[in-house]
């Protein structure tokens, strides 16, 4: 049944497929079954949203869990209890256990807290980030559910990390949902315990035309604060955390001047706050500055229309995934190093079970200062509101091994982000 399943959604999908020819991936991982109660909590993960609050997610096979988190300070200890929503799903032949999204909160900066979800099950714990600098975030793209996904989680979890973010493809179940379960699973340890944020690739589309809409299980799954940001749409959002402005954007929804999400992104902008967070940080998933041969163009047209915006704006850093290996460049604009544009790292070598992307454009541009066809996984930590360092770890090396590094200068209080900047950007927001 499965194998007919996958020959009819290959039929029907109309995914687009890069003509370069991959390495041979790493082993899928195996999750065998293990019985379970139908009210345990599984595949726990959390997530900022908003000020001092976190949202838990989790799933439950019985329909009757409450959608409950009891949490406190101590250890089976809960002084608090917040009550969330829950939602459901059906795709094609597979129907979804109950998805709860509770908040909670107010919660203390820098605090560890311990939860439990549904009024049972065991106890979890996490940490809120700092309300100020230092602050770290891990950075992985592209992950999947490979031998090289295990490694990257595991050098991750050496880290010590406040936030982990994600810039699209988490876990390519590719229509079969089963494989959104054996995800969950397979990063709760970590995703528990640290806010992962998220935004959406092209393996979350999952689109079947007449049968299935896009993005269905990664907006039931994986809610993010879209809405505590003043967006309409769980496929892109903002949110604040200890100085930095961070913007997750959507490479497949619309983009153009006329777009929600164009409208969208003028509006945050316009209410950014350099003084409150001085450092402003942009995340999707297909890379506008890519010297890879794998993927050459497909981010040309989001480029063209929200590149001015961001350099208005003084964006210092831009994250992306899609492309499967590790990329850096000069600051750059419009082409072409700039000192008032933004630094862009491809960073989609997670551990994605279809394998490197191994060649590249000769010569290298001139934008680009190193790339790299090997999983990893990046830290950048903010040090404070002019200085941070960035390190890419691959997962051939002990965590501790940084392959490449650099020290980063906030475009605050830079010449870049003087009046006539100010000005700039007034003008490009208020245009209709």
């Known amino acids: 049944m499965e194998l007919n399943v996958v020959l009819l959604i290959t039929l029907l999908s109309c995914a687009a497929t890069a003509d370069y020819v991959r390495p041979p991936p790493r082993a899928t991982l195996s999750f065998p079954w293990t019985k379970k109660r139908s009210s345990e909590p599984q595949q726990v993960h959390i997530s900022l949203a908003g000020e001092k609050h976190m949202r838990v997610s989790w799933t439950t096979n019985s329909k009757h869990s409450p959608s409950v988190v009891e949490y406190g300070t101590s250890s089976k200890n809960y002084s608090f209890t917040s009550k969330g929503e829950s939602t459901s799903y059906s795709y094609f032949l597979y129907s979804s256990g109950k998805i709860h999204h509770t908040v909670i909160g107010p919660l203390e900066h820098n605090s560890l807290y311990y939860y439990r979800c549904g009024g049972e099950g065991p106890e979890f714990q996490l940490k809120t980030p700092p309300s100020w600098f230092p602050v770290t975030f891990a950075v992985a793209g592209d992950l999947g559910q490979t031998e090289w996904t295990k490694s990257t989680l595991d050098h991750i979890n050496q880290c010590k990390y406040d936030v982990h973010m994600i810039p699209g493809d988490l876990s390519y179940a590719d229509y079969m949902q089963r494989r959104w379960d054996t995800f969950g699973e397979l990063v709760q340890p970590l995703a528990s315990a640290r806010p992962w944020m998220v935004t959406q690739g092209n393996h979350e589309k999952e ?10 299980s990664y907006n039931s799954r994986w809610k993010m604060p879209y ?46 706050d350099r003084k409150r967070t001085p450092w402003l940080l942009v995340l999707f998933h297909v890379p506008w500055y ?27 850093l831009v994250l992306a995934g899609h492309v499967h290996a590790y990329e850096r460049t000069n600051r750059v604009y419009n082409g072409r190093s700039d000192p008032c544009g933004a630094v862009h790292i491809t960073i989609g070598d997670g551990g994605n079970r279809e394998g490197l992307a191994n060649k590249y454009m000769d010569p290298q541009p001139e934008w680009s200062i190193f790339r790299e066809a090997s999983f990893g996984h990046g830290e950048l930590r903010i040090v404070n509101s002019s200085h941070a360092y960035w390190s890419w770890h691959r997962n051939d090396d002990d965590e501790a091994v940084r392959s490449d590094q650099v020290w980063l200068t906030s475009l605050f209080g830079s010449g870049c982000l003087n009046e006539n900047a100010d000005h700039e950007l007034r003008k490009m927001l208020l245009e209709p």
């Open 290 to 316: 890519n010297s890879n041969e794998a993927h050459q163009g497909e981010g040309g047209d989001m480029n063209a229309a929200m590149e001015p915006l961001l350099r208005a704006a003084g964006v210092d």
């Open 207 to 216: 689109y079947i035309p007449m049968l299935e809409d896009s993005f269905k």
């Open 227 to 272: 809405q505590e940001s003043g967006s309409a749409s769980n496929l892109f959002y903002s949110f604040e955390v200890a100085g930095a402005h961070v913007i997750m954007l959507g490479s497949y929804t619309d983009y153009d001047k006329y777009s929600d999400q164009y409208y969208w992104l003028k509006g945050d902008l316009s209410k950014v």
